[in-house]
């Protein structure tokens, strides 16, 4: 960010690069990130210039609980960990209303958060309007987030962005939360969201079908400017989109991102060997999920529920994809693996179909 | 393949898929991979439907050797046991003429090969005259494949591939072999070929910058209907196009390639549990040798040779690619290793020329 105004990288389009490999990476390690992994990775990603640094459990703020796992550190000592190792970078947090509430937004200004993310579900932009709010209340940068995006059209987007920012998001965007969107898809919204919307548009990928960098390529050409990625792509299944891939290819098709390469790749190695077990690849459930449109957080429960009816994983995840399955809906998947054992029809028919 | 006939498959453009999944895959296990390994593999993947199936020595026909490194099964050896194994799909090998000659040739015709690829480097197609004349004349199926590739302009593969098809390789395509190219690239050049050949094109991606799947979906949109893909993308360093989920990206863009979705996620995970330590991911220095433009086999070598005279394997690479270095030229990794550590510039300078 430090370097976005420098004369040799506003050549291209500036587009911000936004990192929450701290947060959503969290999703991949059962929100078990302890002190030394938070200030090792914060450091190496605030030397290399990384503008955003987004750090917490990972489904957000107030969000650590037995229903979606405890995290190991509290909100408040990932918060004054990375706090102390940034330099330059900004401190982000996100926040899901109904996981976190006002007081949670409070105490993370506290802590001096810069940032401040706010996600809801994708047709229920209304969810923020509150927290949104009190954010311009307190002069807080806000930006809004909209979830399984894929699941609304690119006007039902752009409608929903529209009101984000009439709630006074300062950024808003999509997630691609299930992984299905290929390039068209996101051309197609992101060209719509920013013909409705006079701030910065953002996207966020995931790789279950080996797209997250094309899409992002795809979000940045039809005029988004914030990009997320996590490095090496730490976060859930098939995992985000890989930040020390992404930058340099924006840099090489000719945008800015004011991201010094080598550090940056320092930086990933320092997540590689200090943030996960291995880097995520792309297993052929997180492929099925993709496909189907579904969540990849539903994979445990799928193949035990799957297990235990004996019916076929790849048909729930479809079945469910179907249905419409979110987050919160898990006990559609005992219906649907019942549905499947019932059924009389053999697999080879079902199989022809999702081709 | 045998589907590709069907009347609810004819609906798309039909695009046949080439596996070398236990040819190049095999330089991602120095070349170890033992009899039950291609039996197990072979044998799914025949059943998913997939038309070409590719076995042998990472370089190809007659390459096995202490330069590039002995494979653990003989030529023989592995068309045997991949010849045993299929029932529909075609039995595919490689071959580098200076490594494989007409002995090996006529050995792998009487052992039952049913399709022979010709690789030459991307500017000597004259390299391959002789191998195709003969095959020709013995009525084999002969492609023809053109290396490293980004380093010829699109007219030049487009008049290589011209003289390709003149010497009778009835598929003519190239080889990302450094997995340097965004989709821009992949359209001009497959447009390029396209228009200068009536043979069927094929494009063979790696994914050293997260591209591979939509680098070999520009390929298709361009007019390629040969495309190279390995279960888990194994191969090399980044790996190469990831087969599972390239089929069912095609399938849904449009695109039919005959092939059974679950039995093609059946091989994949039978490939990952049989023939890899673990799937291909994208490494620091597989994105640095992919944005360089130099064939990732040059890691290991670089990253000894720059540990040695004390210089960033990173600055190596991208000398290396500046010098145009080609597989055969690893003494100039030296070279390149010695002027750096002699360069009185700070690593600095030359960084921020990379980005």
Avoid at 32 to 50: N, P, T
Avoid at 56 to 79: F, K
Avoid at 133 to 153: C, F, I, K, P
Wanted: hydrophobic share 45%; aromatic share 4%; proline share 3%.
């Amino acid at each position: 960010m430090t370097e976005a105004t420098s004369p040799d990288v506003a050549a291209g389009k500036p587009i911000l690069i936004h990192d929450p490999s701290l947060r959503d990476g969290h999703h991949a390690v059962r929100h078990s990130l302890g002190a030394e992994q938070l200030r090792a990775y914060a450091l190496a990603a605030d030397a290399a210039g990384i503008p955003v640094v987004e750090v917490g459990h990972g489904n957000g703020l107030g969000a650590s609980s037995l229903q979606v796992g405890r995290a190991r550190l509290s909100d408040d000592e990932m918060l004054s960990i990375t706090r102390e190792a940034l330099t330059t970078s900004k401190l982000g947090v996100f926040m899901l209303p109904g996981w976190g509430s006002i007081a949670d937004l409070d105490n993370a200004i506290s802590r001096g958060v810069d940032l401040v993310r706010i996600g809801t579900h994708c047709t229920e932009s209304s969810l923020a309007e509150r927290h949104l709010g009190y954010l311009r209340e307190r002069d807080v940068e806000a930006h809004a987030v909209l979830l399984m995006s894929h699941m609304a059209s690119a006007e039902q987007l752009a409608e929903h962005c529209a009101r984000l920012a009439g709630f006074g998001a300062t950024g808003v965007g999509i997630m691609d939360s299930a992984g299905h969107y290929l390039p068209a898809d996101v051309t197609e919204r992101v060209t719509a969201m920013c013909a409705a919307v006079d701030v910065p548009v953002m996207f966020h990928g995931h790789n279950n079908l080996g797209m997250a960098v094309a899409n992002s390529i795809a979000a940045a050409d039809a005029g988004a400017s914030i990009l997320d990625a996590c490095a090496r792509g730490f976060g859930a299944g098939a995992g985000n989109t890989q930040l020390e891939v992404l930058v340099p290819v924006l840099e090489r098709v000719g945008y800015r991102t004011g991201i010094d390469l080598y550090r940056l790749l320092d930086a990933a190695d320092v997540a590689e060997r200090e943030l996960m077990p291995a880097p995520p690849t792309v297993d052929s459930l997180s492929i099925v999920s993709g496909l189907a449109g579904v969540f990849s957080g539903f994979k445990t429960r799928v193949l035990d529920i799957s297990a235990r009816e004996g019916v076929d994983p790849r048909d729930v995840f479809f079945e469910l994809g179907r249905r419409q399955a979110v987050a919160g809906q898990e006990d559609l998947i005992v219906d649907v693996a019942l549905a499947l054992r019932g059924s009389a029809t053999g697999t080879a028919d079902r199989r022809a179909s999702r081709v």
